[in-house]
């Protein structure tokens, strides 16, 4: 069983302390879409090396997390302290050592080399030329069509003797991303909130609280027992109105009306106003409305905001604050293409950064996705690796599969036109992967769901395999039998094949015409991002009520909820595809699917489940 990724596995050797001869560590294999090269960077300018520390205890990773994770384990639900985290993974004093060594060999001046707080990595101001001849490369400025403008390099190399104590290098081939905008979602339409509160017509037009309840079981009330939480993650220039929260909560949500989320500020985060309407303001709505509106006015929701609105934040950003494994300007963060704090720009936050100074919720939710191929495998390794460091420590990161079926964020497909694009976190296999869909057109609550589709709801459930990612072996018979009753007709260069690389979504929820209050008005909006947060807030009413019966949270929910034991928990979802790059992408079908994963929760049953567990 392998969760790591498919290419980590180098294992070349060579004389400690002499410089052995160099051999390829990584290669980009194409330009992510939007970007051009357009020169050669100028060797005298200054480039900040960050050189990542393999860490112990990887090859073992999947089995402490399924020791803690899984049903049938005599230790599940005994989360582990942050404190045994590091001890766990703290790279080792030889291969602190040896890269140090090359260093100075190398002629980088020991003042020059210094030593993330954390251990996990070595930090080297450099310019641009001595990187050069370090990684036997060629760096370039990259542009893109937005106006932005990127530092890396095609491929780099390592002495052999050295690549075994390092994962990879920063900057170098990957193109990581600002969250700046909210991704590709079904469009916002203007609508009419005529229907009562607990109405259940048309639901296939216009969804809402009532709705959702109706179609998974939930509780209209949670005991909201101390010590539960739930997280939802916004990225600026995103921002909630309170007037919007209050003009749902008067027509949906009971309780709510004057209630704000409680905001934990990460980088100068904040819920801006200086930029309004459906582009600014959508996602953060149609969180909040349904989060908060799911989980009732007693259990308080945390809008984790990150980044100002200057320099912005990445996924990193996020997880210095809650993770301080993957922390410090010299540690995780790449100041080519992640926000460095504080910012010195004019009118930027000037507070320091944070480093694992912000106590995770049990449950986190975060609507947005990267396309996979966009970044080094090596460099989406070590992030996933993180999220499953969470989920030893019980919490439950969710993450949306995309909107537009087998296809890029924007639609495009790599190759000639037709290879399919995988997202990212969505396949790495410690975070849950959410799926969209949709009650079909003239259909109700009470007939079965299908597969969201572009013609209703504008957006296809993205969803298939991971070209980096080993599969995992919580969800091996479930892929397995899509693959022998249902295998994809098309050719092993479109998708990854193999039947051996980790398959998304987990699971899915309705993400089809949400209603939302948004800008004094009303509208609707679909996607994944809507289904997300549904099953974070599902899942923080399972720890409600594990809580308080005396439990623990369920953390990492992925090995539990492919059990035999959770078989009853999920409504199958068997119509439907996710169509893009000029194919009908994959079929939803009977069992686990590339479309709609296990299906739609089954609250009862997933309560009466999680229960019987320690």
Same mark, same amino acid.
């Given at each position: 069983?392998?969760?790591?990724?498919?290419?980590?596995?180098?294992?070349?050797?060579?004389?400690?302390?002499?410089?052995?001869?160099?051999?390829?560590?990584?290669?980009?294999?194409?330009?992510?879409?939007?970007?051009?090269?357009?020169?050669?960077?100028?060797?005298?300018?200054?480039?900040?090396?960050?050189?990542?520390?393999?860490?112990?205890?990887?090859?073992?990773?999947?089995?402490?997390?399924?020791?803690?994770?899984?049903?049938?384990?005599?230790?599940?639900?005994?989360?582990?302290?942050?404190?045994?985290?590091?001890?766990?993974?703290?790279?080792?004093?030889?291969?602190?050592?040896?890269?140090?060594?090359?260093?100075?060999?190398?002629?980088?001046?020991?003042?020059?080399?210094?030593?993330?707080?954390?251990?996990?990595?070595?930090?080297?101001?450099?310019?641009?030329?001595?990187?050069?001849?370090?990684?036997?490369?060629?760096?370039?400025?990259?542009?893109?069509?937005?106006?932005?403008?990127?530092?890396?390099?095609?491929?780099?190399?390592?002495?052999?003797?050295?690549?075994?104590?390092?994962?990879?290098?920063?900057?170098?081939?990957?193109?990581?991303?600002?969250?700046?905008?909210?991704?590709?979602?079904?469009?916002?339409?203007?609508?009419?909130?005529?229907?009562?509160?607990?109405?259940?017509?048309?639901?296939?037009?216009?969804?809402? !609280?009532?709705?959702?309840?109706? +179609? /998974?079981?939930?509780? @209209?009330?949670?005991?909201? #027992?101390?010590? &539960?939480? $739930?997280?939802?993650?916004?990225?600026?220039?995103?921002?909630?109105?309170?007037?919007d929260l209050d003009s749902f909560a008067k027509k949906f949500s009971t309780g709510l009306d004057g209630v704000a989320p409680k905001v934990i500020s990460i980088d100068g985060g904040t819920d801006q106003i200086k930029y309004v309407g459906h582009a600014y303001n959508t996602e953060s709505s149609l969180d909040l409305e349904y989060a908060m509106g799911l989980v009732? !006015?007693?259990?308080?929701?945390? +809008? /984790?905001?990150?980044? @100002?609105?200057?320099?912005? #934040?990445?996924? &990193?950003? $996020?997880?210095?604050?809650?993770?301080?494994?993957?922390?410090?300007?010299?540690?995780?963060?790449?100041?080519?293409?992640?926000?460095?704090?504080?910012?010195?720009?004019?009118?930027?936050?000037?507070?320091?950064?944070?480093?694992?100074?912000?106590?995770?919720?049990?449950?986190?939710?975060?609507?947005?996705?990267?396309?996979?191929?966009?970044?080094?495998?090596?460099?989406?390794?070590?992030?996933?690796?993180e999220y499953g460091k969470l989920g030893l420590m019980g919490i439950t990161v969710l993450y949306p599969s995309g909107d537009n079926g087998v296809a890029a964020i924007d639609q495009t497909c790599t190759g000639k036109g037709k290879t399919f694009v995988p997202s990212f976190p969505s396949t790495c296999p410690f975070v849950t992967s959410v799926g969209a869909t949709?009650?079909?057109?003239?259909?109700?609550?009470?007939?079965?769901?299908?597969?969201?589709?572009?013609?209703?709801?504008?957006?296809?459930?993205?969803?298939?395999?991971?070209?980096?990612?080993?599969?995992?072996?919580?969800?091996?018979?479930?892929?397995?039998?899509?693959?022998?009753?249902?295998?994809?007709?098309?050719?092993?260069?479109?998708?990854?094949?193999?039947?051996?690389?980790?398959?998304?979504?987990?699971?899915?929820?309705?993400?089809?015409?949400?209603?939302?209050?948004?800008?004094?008005?009303?509208?609707?909006?679909?996607?994944?991002?809507?289904?997300?947060?549904?099953?974070?807030?599902?899942?923080?009413?399972?720890?409600?009520?594990?809580?308080?019966?005396?439990?623990?949270?369920?953390?990492?929910?992925?090995?539990?909820?492919?059990?035999?034991?959770?078989?009853?928990?999920?409504?199958?979802?068997?119509?439907?595809?996710?169509p893009g790059c000029d194919t009908g992408g994959f079929k939803a079908a009977k069992g686990w699917d590339p479309v709609t994963g296990l299906g739609t929760p089954n609250f009862p049953k997933l309560v009466e489940a999680w229960m019987k567990l320690p």
């Amino acid at each position: 069983m392998r969760s790591l990724p498919l290419l980590l596995t180098l294992s070349l050797v060579g004389a400690r302390g002499t410089l052995s001869p160099w051999t390829l560590h990584e290669k980009r294999s194409q330009i992510p879409s939007g970007w051009s090269r357009a020169q050669q960077h100028e060797p005298s300018a200054m480039i900040p090396l960050r050189i990542a520390l393999t860490q112990p205890n990887i090859s073992n990773f999947e089995e402490y997390l399924h020791d803690v994770s899984h049903p049938d384990s005599p230790n599940y639900g005994k989360h582990w302290t942050p404190e045994e985290v590091a001890v766990r993974f703290a790279p080792s004093n030889e291969s602190i050592s040896t890269v140090h060594e090359w260093l100075l060999q190398s002629g980088v001046d020991p003042s020059r080399v210094k030593l993330s707080p954390g251990r996990g990595w070595l930090h080297v101001n450099s310019t641009v030329a001595e990187a050069e001849e370090l990684l036997r490369t060629k760096y370039y400025v990259y542009d893109h069509n937005t106006g932005a403008r990127h530092v890396a390099c095609e491929s780099y190399h390592l002495p052999a003797h050295v690549t075994p104590h390092i994962d990879f290098v920063t900057p170098t081939i990957h193109f990581d991303a600002k969250v700046a905008v909210r991704p590709s979602h079904g469009p916002v339409v203007n609508a009419a909130a005529k229907k009562n509160s607990d109405s259940l017509e048309d639901c296939d037009k216009q969804m809402t !609280p009532a709705c959702l309840r109706a +179609l /998974y079981g939930l509780k @209209d009330k949670p005991a909201s #027992a101390k010590g &539960n939480s $739930f997280g939802i993650v916004q990225y600026p220039p995103q921002a909630y109105r309170q007037q919007d929260l209050d003009s749902f909560a008067k027509k949906f949500s009971t309780g709510l009306d004057g209630v704000a989320p409680k905001v934990i500020s990460i980088d100068g985060g904040t819920d801006q106003i200086k930029y309004v309407g459906h582009a600014y303001n959508t996602e953060s709505s149609l969180d909040l409305e349904y989060a908060m509106g799911l989980v009732g !006015p007693k259990q308080k929701v945390t +809008l /984790y905001e990150v980044g @100002d609105m200057i320099e912005g #934040a990445s996924y &990193n950003n $996020f997880l210095d604050a809650i993770d301080g494994f993957y922390c410090f300007f010299m540690d995780g963060d790449d100041s080519t293409f992640d926000p460095v704090y504080p910012d010195k720009h004019h009118g930027g936050y000037k507070g320091g950064q944070p480093c694992g100074t912000t106590k995770p919720t049990n449950v986190i939710s975060t609507s947005y996705g990267w396309d996979e191929h966009a970044l080094s495998n090596l460099y989406a390794g070590r992030q996933c690796l993180e999220y499953g460091k969470l989920g030893l420590m019980g919490i439950t990161v969710l993450y949306p599969s995309g909107d537009n079926g087998v296809a890029a964020i924007d639609q495009t497909c790599t190759g000639k036109g037709k290879t399919f694009v995988p997202s990212f976190p969505s396949t790495c296999p410690f975070v849950t992967s959410v799926g969209a869909t949709q009650v079909s057109s003239g259909k109700s609550v009470h007939d079965p769901e299908s597969a969201c589709d572009a013609a209703q709801a504008g957006v296809y459930s993205g969803g298939g395999w991971s070209n980096y990612f080993g599969m995992p072996g919580y969800q091996a018979d479930a892929v397995k039998g899509y693959l022998k009753h249902h295998r994809p007709p098309y050719a092993s260069g479109i998708w990854n094949s193999t039947g051996k690389s980790r398959a998304y979504p987990d699971m899915s929820a309705n993400g089809a015409n949400y209603l939302i209050a948004i800008d004094n008005e009303f509208a609707t909006a679909s996607g994944t991002s809507a289904a997300a947060p549904v099953v974070g807030a599902i899942l923080t009413m399972v720890n409600d009520a594990r809580i308080a019966a005396g439990k623990k949270p369920v953390g990492f929910i992925n090995p539990t909820i492919y059990s035999k034991k959770f078989a009853q928990g999920f409504h199958d979802v068997t119509t439907g595809s996710n169509p893009g790059c000029d194919t009908g992408g994959f079929k939803a079908a009977k069992g686990w699917d590339p479309v709609t994963g296990l299906g739609t929760p089954n609250f009862p049953k997933l309560v009466e489940a999680w229960m019987k567990l320690p």
